[in-house]
């Protein structure tokens, strides 16, 4: 029986109302032999093309092998479609973007979608690979999406294959190879506006997530990103590179009820190797002040949470759970910030001073409040400096509740009750 359209989905059908009284249209597009037999347009480039600002662009599943830059308002989503044929009743919704990558318009970057210089994008149950690519350094930037001078939203989307084919060629802090990369050269005043919704991000090089903005203090902030409820998933130290779910780096983000899963030390030795090569849940470098992080579950990370260089943010709620090589959370240069509600445990192992929360003291961490933080299984619960105050901690099977960092600047308590204290890590200096 030939393939039949049971059902367009209801969101569609009211977006259709909607564009109709505002004068925005709905383009359709769809393959030969896909469920969409009415479809306007055969490729997604083609809608694009022919869209004019705030259409919308409903895309039947299939394969599409292109590569978009998108430089005016517009919504790009897949849709739900019930079909009836030979082999029964079903539905689908996989709309999957996978091209060969190449440099378009000459830009210094690669991605399967581009939004450039624009404003009230939306990207919609979308799945985008970018595993057909040949970068093999630092340069052109690789990522699935990227937000430059724009501002929008990605949502229920699927995200991945953002790796070198040689991670050795761009390693470090900063790599290459992202989910979603967000920035801005400066051309544009701003502020923008990106919000990462509900989305899996996963078999990305260097980081699920980066936000580039233009520093802490600045106001307003140029860049902003809303991060909530998305899956992320990396490798970790396997990667051959820093590895790190969401990155926000001199922006200022609400990172709140995200799942961010990373990796294990595995075969390599946790000082130095596993040190150098590790990943980090969530990131926070040189952010702006406001910057929530709240109910996010991390685990199988190096550092669970990773701060340096930050002031007037909030970390609170959030689950931080096998924890080898460095900390549930590591703070270098915090204040006047809250840290509250977080449940820490397996910071493991006990031999490499894994505690639930480490301030480096001489870093500037000041004016901070570590409250009502639950840490069962390390070697301690928080390890504070005097100018923060730590209150309300719950600590099960920590073989220090808590201690003041400032007093032990060249070695730590011993492993174990009686045993001689051993010397202070070499891998506690400044990483960021």
Known sequence: MKNMIERIPTALLSIV????????????????????????????????????????????PALYPE?????????LMGLDVAITSKEGKYGIN???????????????????ITVMNTSRVTI??????????????CSPTLSDVHFFNSSGKVVSSALSGAE?????????????????????????????????????????????IYVVGPGAGVSPA?????????????????????????????????????????????????????????????????????????????????SGIFINGVTQAKITNNVIGNVEGLDGMDIEGLTDSLIEGNVIFN?????????????????GDSGNTISNTTVNDAYCGVEYVSADHVTSGT????????????????ALPPIEPGQSAPASAAFRSSHH
Do not use: K, M
């Not at 590569?67 to 919504?75: A, R």
């Open 67 to 75: 590569q978009l830059i998108i430089t005016q308002p517009l919504t």
């Open 222 to 302: 140029i860049v902003n990103v809303t991060i909530a409820g998305n899956s992320i998933s990396g490798i970790g130290p396997a990667s051959g590179t820093l590895q790190f779910g969401v990155f926000l780096n001199g922006a200022v983000g609400q990172i709140t009820g995200n799942r961010i899963s990373e990796g294990l030390c595995g075969s390599l030795t946790i000082s130095p190797d596993c040190v150098n090569l590790r990943s980090e849940g969530v990131t926070l470098r040189s952010v702006g002040a406001g910057t929530v992080v709240d109910g996010n579950i991390i685990n199988d990370v190096q």
């Open 94 to 112: 996989r709309v999957l973007i996978q091209p060969t990558l190449t440099d378009l318009q000459n830009l210094p970057y690669e991605s399967v």
């Open 17 to 60: 109302t909607v564009c109709t009284a505002s004068q925005a249209a709905v383009l359709t597009v769809g393959q030969p032999n896909t469920p969409c037999p009415s479809a306007q347009y055969t490729t997604i480039g083609a809608a694009v093309a022919a869209a004019s600002s705030g259409d919308t662009i409903a895309i039947c």
């Open 347 to 363: 910071a493991l192992p006990v031999s490499n001073e894994s505690c639930g929360i480490w301030e480096d003291s001489g870093t």
């Open 124 to 137: 919609q149950n979308l799945a985008i690979d970018a595993s057909l690519n040949t970068v093999s350094g």
């Open 395 to 410: 600590y099960f099977n920590t073989l220090y509740t808590t201690f003041n960092g400032d007093l032990n600047p060249n």
């Open 164 to 208: 070198l084919p040689d991670v050795s060629t761009c390693s470090g802090l900063f790599g290459n190879g992202f989910g979603v990369l967000v920035d801005s050269d400066g051309s544009l005043a701003g502020p923008f506006n990106v919000s990462v919704l509900e989305s899996s991000i996963h078999d990305y090089e260097q980081d699920g």
